[in-house]
Structure formats: structure tokens, C-alpha cells
């Protein structure tokens, strides 16, 4: 097992860390604490709150699907379609199904009480949701000329942003 000096100093010198040392004391997480509120930079921050959010225990809350603060299984469905879509690999399709989905609370996801139990993110299933989402727009954007004009590209674009 990695000890926590050995850790920081390798974190220091941008030395990924491989094994997370479990850590039940309070310094640890004292440390991890003042290392997030004095970081120079996105990245210092978010090894800080992805350490704090493991040793605090938060990953098992984002791996646990169920909540009654939204619709666990609208999204798994959703996430199904998805993989569905990206194989079918039909532009229409897809333009078709984001028109029909896109919004802003489904499901109750918007709800504010699951972004801020954690430092970083959210449940897993949300935010494989939202790559989902991301990776079929992304394929919008770069689909050829031949699939769907730029025009017509723009067009949903633009009404999707209401």
C-alpha cells in the first residue's frame, strides 16, 4: 500500500497515482480538504474533490442507481436507446429521438439536491446520461454534408437550445 506522504509528494510532481490509499483518519481528509481550497488550477481542484469524494464515501452514493430524487429508470431506458441509436448509425433517427428528448429536468435530474452531495459530479447515471447526449450531438455536429445539410444542421441546433 502507498502511504499518504508517498502519494502527495507523487501527486506533486504529476506522478499519476495507481492505488488510492484508504484513509479513516481525519488528517487525510483535512489535508485533501485544504489542498481543494487552495488550488491554482481545475485539475489541483478536482484530484482534491475526486480524492475527498472516496474517502468521504461519496462514490457509493454515485454508483447507487435508485434515488427518489429522480426517474432511475427513464434514464437506464434512455441509455439503452442511446447505444441503440449509436449503432443504427441513422442520422435521421437520431435527430428524431434528441428532438422528442431533450430536456432540461427529465426525469427530475435537474434537481439540485444530487449535485450537491458530492465534489465532483453527480450519480454515474446521470452523468453517462449526459455523455450519451453530448456523443449524439457531437454526432449531429460532424455528420457529412451527403447525411444532413449544414443547414439544416444549424436549424436543429438552433431550435434545440430553447
Not at 430536456?103 to 439540485?112: E, H
Request: negative net charge.
Amino acid at each position: 500500500m502507498v502511504s499518504l506522504g508517498t502519494s502527495i509528494v507523487s501527486w506533486l510532481q504529476g506522478s499519476p497515482r495507481t492505488e488510492i490509499v484508504p484513509a479513516n483518519n481525519k488528517a487525510d481528509i483535512s489535508y485533501w480538504y485544504k489542498v481543494l481550497n487552495s488550488a491554482n488550477s481545475y485539475d489541483e481542484w478536482k484530484t482534491a474533490a475526486e480524492r475527498l469524494d472516496e474517502l468521504e464515501g461519496n462514490n457509493e452514493w454515485k454508483r447507487q442507481r435508485t434515488s427518489p430524487l429522480y426517474d432511475h429508470n427513464r434514464l437506464g431506458e434512455r441509455i439503452r436507446r442511446m447505444h441503440e441509436l449509436e449503432v443504427d448509425d441513422k442520422i435521421e433517427s437520431v435527430i428524431f429521438w434528441l428532438r422528442s428528448g431533450l430536456l432540461r429536468n427529465l426525469g427530475g435530474i435537474g434537481n439540485r439536491r444530487l449535485y450537491d452531495h458530492c465534489h465532483l459530479g453527480t450519480k454515474y447515471i446521470i452523468e453517462q446520461h449526459a455523455d450519451g447526449i453530448r456523443s449524439l450531438l457531437t454526432r449531429v455536429a460532424d455528420c457529412e454534408p451527403e447525411e444532413m445539410s449544414l443547414e439544416k444542421r444549424l436549424a436543429f441546433f438552433t431550435e434545440s437550445r430553447h
